[in-house]
């Protein structure tokens, strides 16, 4: 498509140029959605992803019970031998068994609880 040719946004439905679309992977053919459209939706998909996983490990830290906020819960690894990935790096990936798997080797900390477990760990506080 050249640049100054327009396409319509499915997601908001309007009208834009072309250079508002991001460019398939194969790079021959434009997103259905406009570039604004396509960032919200996937910080949608990944809000989504992490409300499922924080409401699986039941919705609070599981130090001191904090719940106010979701972006300041985190999962912790009880056994950092035992992870396979890091669940905030699989935010694009769909809720599944492979998902809970790897949520079954965590608990549910605040941010202030996870870097006390850490300093915990390497024993700079008891």
Same mark, same amino acid.
């Given at each position: 498509m050249a640049i100054h040719e327009t396409k319509l946004c499915k997601r908001c439905n309007r009208e834009?140029?072309? @250079? %508002?679309?991001?460019?398939r992977r194969a790079g021959t053919d434009l997103s259905s959605y406009c570039k604004p459209c396509t960032n919200t939706q996937t910080i949608e998909r990944q809000q989504e992803f992490k409300k499922k996983c924080v409401d699986y490990k039941g919705g609070d830290c599981?130090?001191?019970?904090?719940n106010t906020y979701i972006g300041s819960l985190e999962f912790h690894h009880l056994d950092p031998t035992q992870k396979d990935f890091t669940i905030a790096k699989a !935010?694009?990936?769909?809720? %599944?068994?492979k998902i809970i798997k790897e949520l079954d080797k965590c608990i549910l900390l605040c941010s202030n609880? &996870? !870097? @006390?477990? &850490?300093? !915990?760990?390497?024993?700079?506080?008891?």
């Open positions: 834009k140029g072309s @250079e %508002d679309f991001y460019r599981q130090h001191c019970g904090y !935010r694009l990936t769909k809720f %599944d068994e609880c &996870h !870097r @006390e477990q &850490h300093a !915990r760990e390497k024993g700079l506080i008891i």
